[in-house]
C-alpha cells in the first residue's frame, strides 16, 4: 500500500520566481526528464516503480513532469526500485567522477552514433580476448525479428538457439511476470546476470537472444559484448508495433493511447546502448531469408561455422 508522502504538493516552476529559484527549477526539470528517461529505458511502468519505490503514482507523475521539490530521501527510493545509482538520476553527474576530464571533455562533443563508435574502439583494445567468443548474441524491442532469426540461424548452423528470457525463469523458478512484481527489477537483474553466466559457462556455442532492456544493465552488456557478437535487431516503431500484434498480443494498445509514442521513445531511450553492438541489422520491410544471410556472414567468426570441406 503506498503511504502518504513527506513534501508531496510542493511544486517547481512557480511563477515569480528569483533567477537562483528559476535556476533550481529547471535543474529539478532535468532531473525529471532523467528519471522518466532511465524508467521508459529499462521498460518499467509508473505503476510498477510506484509498488517498488513505495510512492504514489499520482507524485510520481508530479516528480517526472518537474512539479516537485523531491528530497534526497525519496530521489534514493526512485533509484533503488530502478535498481541504479542515485548520482545516475542527476543529470551532470553521470560518471563524471570516474572519467579524467580530457578523455569526459572529448566524449561530450560526441553525437550518439559516434559515442558507439568510440565505445566499441576502446572495448575491442582493452576488454576483448580474441578467440574467445562464445556465440551470437541478438538484442533489441520485441518485434524485431530476434526470435525468428536467432530460431533460423541456429538451424542453418547447427548451434544450440537460447532465449535468455526462459533461462532466467529457470534459474529463478519463477516467470518473469511473477518475478518482476515480487522482486523488481533489481531480483530481475540478478537473475538475468545469473542466467546469462550459465548459458556462458554451460554452451562453449550458442546464438543467444537476449531480453530488450538487458542494455540498461552496464556491467551484463558489458559481459555479454565481450563473450559474444552482438547484434542489434532494429526495425521501424511502426513495424515492430505490428509484427507484436500479429502475434496476437494485443497488450501494448489496451489501455495506452500513446503506445506508439512509448515504444518510439523507448528506441531512443535506448538506441546509444543499442549502438555499441558490434553489427546493426535493420529488418525493416525485408524477409527472413534475406536477413538471415546478413547475419550468416558473420557465422564464422561468432559461431565457428564453415560453409563446406575445408
Known amino acids: 500500500m503506498n503511504r502518504p508522502q513527506p513534501g508531496e504538493g510542493g511544486g517547481a516552476g512557480e511563477p515569480g520566481q528569483t533567477p537562483a529559484e528559476s535556476a533550481a527549477s529547471a535543474y529539478i526539470a532535468r532531473i525529471a526528464d ?17 509498488v517498488h519505490s513505495e510512492i504514489s ?17 525519496l530521489l534514493w527510493r526512485v533509484a ?22 580530457p578523455l569526459f571533455g572529448i566524449l561530450k562533443k560526441l553525437d550518439p552514433v559516434q559515442l558507439a563508435d568510440a565505445g566499441r574502439v576502446l572495448e575491442r583494445e582493452f576488454f576483448t580476448e580474441s578467440g574467445k567468443l562464445h556465440g551470437m548474441a541478438l538484442i533489441g524491442l520485441r518485434g524485431a525479428g530476434k526470435s525468428e532469426l536467432g530460431r533460423a540461424l541456429s538451424r542453418r548452423t547447427g548451434v544450440p538457439y537460447i532465449n535468455l528470457v526462459e533461462v532466467v525463469e529457470e534459474v529463478s523458478g519463477m516467470d518473469v511476470g511473477e518475478l518482476f512484481s515480487l522482486g523488481g527489477q533489481k531480483a530481475y537483474r540478478r537473475y538475468e546476470r545469473q542466467a546469462l553466466d550459465k548459458v556462458t559457462e554451460s554452451t562453449p556455442r550458442a546464438v543467444v537472444e537476449a531480453g530488450g532492456s538487458l542494455v540498461t544493465r552496464n556491467e551484463t552488456y558489458q559481459f555479454l559484448l565481450q563473450h559474444y557478437f552482438t547484434i542489434w535487431i532494429n526495425a521501424a516503431p ?9 502475434q496476437g498480443d494485443f497488450r501494448p494498445m489496451q489501455g495506452h493511447g500513446d503506445a506508439m509514442e512509448d515504444l518510439k521513445r ?8 543499442y549502438r555499441l553492438a558490434h553489427r546493426v541489422l535493420d529488418t525493416t520491410g525485408r524477409t527472413v531469408d534475406g536477413c538471415l544471410e546478413e547475419l550468416m556472414d558473420h557465422a564464422h567468426d561468432a559461431l565457428g561455422w564453415r560453409s563446406g570441406p575445408e
Open 57 to 73: 503514482e499520482r507524485y510520481l507523475s508530479q516528480i517526472e513532469s518537474g512539479q516537485a521539490n523531491i528530497s534526497v530521501a
Open 80 to 101: 533503488h526500485a530502478m535498481d541504479v545509482e542515485v548520482q545516475e538520476l542527476l543529470p551532470d553527474c553521470q560518471n563524471c567522477g570516474q572519467v579524467p576530464a
Open 238 to 246: 511502426e513495424e515492430h508495433m505490428a509484427r507484436v500484434m500479429a
Open 34 to 50: 532523467r528519471i522518466k528517461s532511465i524508467r521508459i529505458r529499462r521498460g518499467m511502468t509508473r505503476k510498477l516503480l510506484s
Open 266 to 273: 523507448i528506441l531512443r531511450e535506448r538506441e546509444p546502448e
